[in-house]
C-alpha cells in the first residue's frame, strides 16, 4: 500500500494550493481520508478528514478556508487550501483509516501514511 502526497510549495500569505493523494494498492472510498501537517517543534495535527460516506470534518483553523474532497474514480483525495497564511506552513501528510467523531485527530486512527508535502507559506 502507498500513498502519494503531492502539491505542496512555496506560496505568498493569501494564496491557494490544491494538495493530491493518490492511493496504490488500496481503495480509497473503502477509508476515511485525512489530511494531517505537523510544523516544526509541533505535533502533529489533524486538519481534515473526508469518510467513504463524503462526511467531512475540520479542525477549527481550516473549517472556513480548506475543503477536502475525493474522486474515487481517480483514487485520490484533495486538500483546497485557501487564503494560506505563515502558521500553515509546514508538512502536510495524508492517512487513511476509519476514524469516528471522537478519534479523527488522533494519528493512531489511521492505517497508512503517506510521505508528506511541504507547504511554506512566506513572503
Request: aromatic share 10%.
Amino acid at each position: 500500500v502507498q500513498l502519494q502526497a503531492s502539491g505542496g510549495g512555496l506560496v505568498q500569505p493569501g494564496s491557494s494550493l490544491r494538495l493530491s493523494c493518490v492511493a496504490s494498492e488500496l481503495t480509497l472510498n473503502s477509508y476515511a481520508v485525512a489530511w494531517f501537517r505537523q510544523a516544526p517543534g509541533k505535533e502533529r495535527e489533524g486538519v481534515a478528514v473526508i469518510r467513504s460516506s463524503g462526511q467531512t470534518w475540520y479542525s477549527d483553523s481550516a473549517k472556513d478556508r480548506f475543503r477536502v474532497s475525493r474522486d474515487n474514480a481517480k483514487n485520490t483525495a484533495y486538500l483546497q487550501m485557501n487564503n494560506l497564511q505563515a502558521d500553515d506552513t509546514a508538512i502536510y501528510y495524508c492517512a487513511v483509516g476509519r476514524p469516528i467523531l471522537s478519534t479523527w485527530r488522533d494519528p493512531r486512527t489511521y492505517y497508512h501514511w503517506g510521505q508528506g508535502t511541504l507547504v511554506t507559506v512566506s513572503s
